[in-house]
């Protein structure tokens, strides 16, 4: 749907040059939800209004659903952006128009009749939930039902693809969740392509079916949610991630443990499984859950437990082999002493 | 004083007639030029989606140039242009011939700056609904400084009331003519305050008729 090919964009002014978005390539498909995460200065900004040609790339190729939107004229990329939706982290409505006055805006602007205006925008107004707003100012709506506005007026002419400039930062968490699960529902009922950019972990682990994340420009590390959540490669995938799973052991708790600490991840069909009872009842160990949870994302179970094995080092040491052969990676936060001793003997 | 007064009353008529006219002239063509003229220095300021430098720097200097001129040299210094338009210099229409070229220029600036309060996410986002650049300006930019330009339109009438006294004085007529010929000129103490007390009411009559118009388009 949205195909973005070695993009750059540069800024040059008489203190140097500042380098936005520092070759960059995507391709979000069709009906997706991508989420672009990175703290802020890290060019996520930059890289969706490159989408739009709000902010014209220096270099690179944005195609939108097949069409080159660098090689249109300025009348051509008019009507290509009516079949782009944007929303934005302040809102943007204009405070002289009325809910629907805002929402009919952006059907005029692609020549819709005035019969016709009325009509659409009382529907969108109904699917963002704010009909009876209808003949209010902006001035007198809370965030989360002008984040509604916009998105009423942002889908006005039936577009294809939504931007999302870090549309729900200014938001509280409650009205986070409601704007997120509207957008799920647009993304769902309409078919909608949903481009979000955000420096909240939460936000991209609720609703993105794949994400991107941005350093200095540059995309880091791209894939499926899932897998990003699972097995992040990057440090800075890793501290994002931290963000919404944190499984740091307090340190005292650490330092008086007897035995082995590991960090168990159940990834896919391993987290259905029984596999912590089958461990404690085929080994003479005895596990003690320090921390753990089990998150969900994008409806598959992604769990994460940090456990304490004590028993006899050889004991512990099967426990951790029939935990590696059926997980994978185990990592192994802390020996317990005894299996410090039992190595040290065997060396 | 009643008899002075009754005295004074048809040429305090005729002058305040004739600073209606002055006034009103200014601000019609201050209205029809300086509004497109302010627009026209906002929309193509730098990062706005009508951003021309050149068109810019040019208006900007020539409205600067205007506006750096005293008023009373500029009167002067356009009666060439004014007979050429209307055949003389004197009268309340040959004066209202430089009222209004200050106060184009005047007025093109107040709409700049109220123009620069707009939220530029608000431009932005009808620019991200695929708005053509003269529905932004008719649609978008009109309505959010509507109340600015008519709270604009009084200070250009005030300033336009203070000035057609300068105009007045080199044969415009008007009251500010009336209060130099007898209160200056024949130390006639008595038309000097007549005429000052209808120039204070006037402009509080312009700026409470104005508030109450500005107040009454403001919306949201």
Known sequence: MISIEKLSKIYTSKEGTVIGVNDVSLDIKQGEIFGVVGYSGAGKSTLIRCMNILERPTSGKVMMDGIDLMSLSSKELRKARQSIGMIFQGFHLAMSKTVVEN???????????????????????????????????????????????????????????????????????????????????????????????????????????????????????????????????????????????????????????????????????????????????????????????????????????????????????????????????????????????SMARAE | MLDQLINLWPELNKSFIETLIMVSIGLVVALIAGLPLGLLLFVTEKDLFLENKWIKSVTGVIVNLVRSVPFIILLVFLFPFTNLLLGTTTGPVAASVSLSVAAIPFYARIVESSARDIDRG?????????????????????????????????????????????????????????????????????????????LIVMVQVVQYIGDLAAKSVKKG
């Open chain 1, 103 to 341: 929402v009919s805006f952006a059907l005029k602007a692609a020549g819709v009749g005035r019969v016709e205006r009325k009509k659409r925008a009382e529907k969108l107004l109904d699917l963002v939930g704010l009909s009876d707003k209808a003949n209010q100012f902006p001035a007198q709506l809370s965030g989360g039902q002008k984040q509604r506005v916009s998105i009423a007026r942002a889908l006005a002419n039936n577009p294809k693809v939504l931007l999302c400039d870090e549309a729900t930062s200014a938001l509280d968490p409650h009205t986070t969740q409601s704007i997120l699960k509207l957008l799920k529902k647009i993304n769902s009922e309409l078919g909608l392509t949903i481009v979000l950019i955000t420096h909240e972990m939460e936000v991209v682990k609720e609703i993105c079916d794949r994400c991107a994340v941005m350093e200095e420009g540059r995309v880091v590390e791209e894939g499926n949610t899932y897998d990003i959540f699972a097995a992040p490669k990057n440090d800075l995938t890793k501290r994002f991630i931290q963000t919404v799973i944190d499984f740091t052991i307090p340190e005292v708790l650490f330092d008086k443990s007897e035995g082995t600490i590991v960090h168990l991840k159940f990834t896919g069909e391993t987290a259905g499984e029984a596999i912590v009872s089958d461990l404690l009842q085929h080994h003479k160990v005895r596990g003690n859950i320090l921390h753990g949870k089990v998150d969900y994302i994008q409806n598959q179970a992604l769990g994460t437990f940090v456990m304490e094995l004590t028993g006899e080092a050889k004991e512990v040491r099967g426990a951790l082999n029939s935990l590696r052969s059926t997980l994978g990676d185990v990592e192994v936060l802390k020996n317990a002493r005894s299996i410090d001793q």
């Open chain 2, 122 to 198: 608000v431009i932005e986002a009808a620019i991200a609904c695929g708005a053509s650049p003269w529905l932004i300006i008719k649609d978008i930019i009109f309505p959010e400084i509507k109340s600015g330009l008519i709270s604009g339109l009084t200070i250009t009438a005030i300033s336009l009331i203070g000035y057609s006294a300068m105009a007045g004085a080199i044969g415009g007529g008007g009251i500010g003519d009336l209060a130099i010929r007898y209160g200056y000129y024949r130390y006639d103490n008595f038309v000097m305050f007549t005429t000052v007390i209808l």
